[in-house]
């Protein structure tokens, strides 16, 4: 790692034993002079820019100058790393997202970029998106752990504490005085002077007072969140460890010469595993097996799917299409996670090298990969029907994308069994992977494009009472689109506070219900807006809302 003036920290451990061996101790972090009078700085606009606030322009602020940090060290040996630079995209665009939404997605896409990104800073080397993740976190808990002796240790002696303050009482003890004498004279002799100086000290009294009231112990919880992402900002130390166990593995498997079947059998003296080729063979067989098995009757059940979905799938008048789009999307995803984790198990070692039997294991495997790709679309041709029979909603629309991420984990079990790649490299492939849907999560404009097809797909039924529980931004499509009341047969809302049960509404109680959301909307943005929590989104709603009233 670079050794910069800006992230001076220092590392201590036991002595008394081998450093790999010796047990953990809180670091020792030592301020640079930047960094001491940066660090009230971060308390201080952590405090103005998050407290009583939502997300919005406070958290994009707030990441940006934290990059802007980081990019100050100069972390040349990061930037050769092509997943810190894609990294440093993501938090960039993660950030204007959450300046342009405020959603969820987008600052849960900006926070995990900005560990992530700390984790690549840390350690260059790494290759794991999750594996970055947790360094993040870990230099972040290290930071937190040595932060109270910081804190103690920039505190000053009790005879320093002590000699500074006699010396500036008796440094200020006299011109306090003079000018106290001379406000009594003054106040004494001019009126208009005393009616000023009395409502000076009236302002005064109330700014003490709404400072005192600012400063709960709510508050001062606060600030010490907002002390330790300040110093987790600033302070950098090592945290190789996942970096030095992530570099104990391959991109593709290697060829052992023991253990190297699950069915090896022991020598008489039980102290090692030997190659023997009748173990392999037992292994290859138990694996044809499985692979031979599992494919007939995955055919039944993708022939099943294909006749009765794929072409034609019209849902009987009695027929519970959610309670058949529920059930059977989670099993079938569990289902193709499990091939894929038997594809892992079976292809992890000498396997691959089988040279007898290879090209039958390899083309059962990618026929079995194959058809569970195609019972990936039928389930997403489950969710599709469900869609267009109930509309859309954010579970829907997350099965949509974990599809997405199971075709490419399965594209990738193909490039193992065909490339030799090893399980470390398919995790590689596919955390870079979430990680891109999760920045994909954070740019979509969800609640607006759920609002609009529910609204103008000429759906029969429509869940007012989800639309209205939408943030605020939506609004405009409801009042844009309330002309479609009129027209649904069968308006619902929840029926509890709990959610469970809906109710029906008829279009004029929908329309009231509308129209007191907006206005309930409106006086609360217009009395609690701020431009911390502002966000593009909300305030151009809050505008087009006013120009309907």
């Known amino acids: 790692m670079d050794a910069l003036p800006l992230f001076s920290t220092t590392s201590v451990q036991s002595s008394a034993r081998p450093a790999q061996a010796a047990a953990w101790r809180p670091v020792v972090l030592v301020l640079s002079t930047t960094q001491k009078w940066l660090l009230p700085v971060g ?59 405020g959603s969820g997605a987008a600052a849960l896409a900006c926070s995990a970029s900005l560990l992530m990104l700390w984790g690549y800073a840390n350690q260059p080397p790494l290759k794991q998106a999750s594996l970055a993740l947790l360094t993040g976190l870990g230099a972040a808990a290290e930071v937190l752990a040595g932060l109270p002796n910081l804190l103690l240790r920039a505190l000053p002696s009790r005879q320093t504490k002590v000699g500074r303050v006699g010396w500036y009482v008796r440094l200020l003890a006299m011109p306090l005085l003079v000018l106290g004498v001379f406000h009594v004279l003054f106040a004494l002799a001019n009126p208009r002077y005393r009616v000023l100086a009395g409502e000076v000290w009236a302002r005064f009294a109330e700014w003490l007072a709404k400072y ?105 008048g009695n027929f519970n299409l959610a309670q058949f789009v529920h059930e059977g999307t989670y099993v079938l995803i569990f289902s193709i996670l499990l091939a894929m984790g038997i594809v892992l198990w079976f292809f992890r070692r000498n396997l691959n090298f089988y040279q007898p039997g290879l090209p039958l294991l390899r083309w059962g495997a990618t026929v079995w990969v194959v058809q569970n790709a195609v019972l990936a679309v039928s389930v997403g041709l489950r969710n599709y029907y469900y869609i267009s029979h109930m509309g859309l909603a954010y579970k829907r629309i997350g099965v949509c994308f974990f599809l997405l991420l199971t075709l490419f984990g399965l594209v990738t079990i193909l490039l193992k069994i065909w490339q030799r790649r090893s399980a470390f490299a398919l995790v590689r492939l596919n955390s870079v992977a979430a990680y891109l849907v999760l920045l994909c999560l954070a740019l979509g404009n969800w609640e607006i494009w759920i609002a609009r097809y529910n609204l103008t797909s000429g759906f029969r039924q429509i869940d007012y009472g989800f639309l209205l529980s939408m943030p605020g931004r939506v609004l405009p499509e409801l009042v844009r689109h309330r002309a479609t009341l009129n027209r649904t047969p069968s308006i619902t809302t929840a029926a509890t506070y709990s959610g469970y049960g809906s109710q029906a509404l008829k279009p004029d109680a929908a329309q009231r219900l509308l129209d007191a959301r907006v206005a309930r909307w409106r006086a609360y943005y217009q009395a609690t807006a701020s431009w911390q929590d502002w966000t593009y989104a909300d305030w151009q709603a809050y505008r087009q809302l006013s120009q309907r009233h």
């Open 212 to 316: 005192l009231a600012v400063l709960s112990v709510g508050h001062l919880l606060f600030l010490l969140v907002g002390l330790a992402a300040a110093a987790v900002a600033l302070l950098r130390v090592p945290a190789p460890r996942l970096a030095q166990w992530e570099a104990g593995f391959a991109e593709a498997v290697v060829r052992r010469r023991d253990g190297v079947a699950s069915f090896a059998v022991r020598n008489p003296d039980f102290r090692r595993r030997t190659f023997r080729l009748a173990d392999l063979r037992k292994e290859y067989l138990g694996a044809v097996a499985v692979f031979g098995l599992v494919n007939l009757l995955l055919l039944v059940v993708n022939a099943i799917d294909v006749q009765w979905l794929w072409f034609g799938f019209r849902p009987e």
């Open 43 to 101: 308390l201080l606009l952590f405090d103005v820019l998050f407290w009583e606030q939502h997300l919005g322009l406070n958290l994009a602020v707030y990441a940006l100058l934290a990059v802007a940090v980081l990019l100050a060290s100069r972390p040349r040996s990061a930037w050769r790393s092509g997943y810190f630079r894609l990294v440093l995209l993501g938090t960039l665009v993660s950030a204007g997202a959450v300046a342009w939404y």
